[in-house]
């Protein structure tokens, strides 16, 4: 089985601050790894496919980065409606997948 | 509008059966795998499987492998998760998802959610 960690799995940042979150595999996953948002009560939503794409109507302050074991999601510009949990998801040639654990976003 | 549908919230005993629905509308539902994520109370996202409507192709979580069905009608665009005899372990918010394929064959993206089933199992 691949494993995902997540760090950090928590952070606290202010309005305007730049938020980097990292992903990193257990072995070599090329780009097969997406990013969701999941806000308090809510499904989640896709926001970055294939490591670095953003999905259509997503906001340009969110991108990412990494291919192999190494991922970066970055908020440019950390806004009040960014306060979610960020995961990670990695999938293989078989279709199966695994989340990471999360990354909680709240503003300082 | 492309959407996903689930059934609503359920309360069941341990020891009960359940089969929770997941209907797609607005895109051609054979063509597309349909996943399921659990999400326990508080905790983070898990992914138990998914189905490929056109011809029920399905693949398991190894941490759910033998403790649910995943299977779908494509007759009615909806698809399913059941269990045969749950537990209280089993209370968490059920997600079905649509499975994307982004590049022909290669790359994949869960693009389409529904709203979730919370599910309660108590005595």
């Known amino acids: 089985d691949i494993q995902m960690t997540q760090s950090p799995s928590s952070l606290s940042a202010s309005v305007g601050d730049r938020v980097t979150i990292t992903c990193q595999a257990s072995q070599d996953i090329s780009n097969y790894l997406n990013w969701y948002q999941q806000k308090p009560g809510k499904a989640p939503k896709l926001l970055i496919y294939?490591?670095?794409n953003l999905e259509t109507g997503v906001p340009s302050r969110f991108s990412g980065s990494g291919s192999g074991t190494d991922f970066t999601f970055t908020i440019s510009s950390l806004q009040p409606e960014d306060i979610a949990t960020y995961y990670c998801q990695q999938y293989d040639n078989l279709l199966l997948f695994t989340f990471g654990p999360g990354t909680k976003v709240d503003i300082k | 509008e492309v959407q996903l549908v689930q059934s609503g919230a359920e309360v069941k005993k341990p020891g009960e059966s359940l089969k929770i629905s997941c209907k797609g509308s607005g895109y051609s539902f054979t063509s597309y795998w349909i996943g399921w994520v659990r999400q326990m109370p508080g905790k983070g996202l898990e992914w138990m499987g998914i189905?490929?409507?056109?011809?029920?192709?399905?693949r398991y979580s190894p941490s759910f492998q033998g403790q649910v069905t995943i299977s779908a009608d494509k007759s009615i665009s909806t698809a399913y998760l059941q269990w045969s005899s749950l537990k209280a372990s089993d209370t968490a918010m059920y997600y079905c998802?649509?499975?994307?394929?982004?590049?022909?064959?290669?790359?994949?993206?869960?693009?389409?959610w529904g709203q979730g089933t919370m599910v309660t199992v108590s005595s």
């Open positions: 294939d490591a670095s």
């Open positions: 998802a649509r499975l994307r394929e982004v590049r022909l064959g290669e790359t994949y993206a869960f693009d389409i």
């Open positions: 189905i490929y409507p056109g011809d029920s192709d399905t």
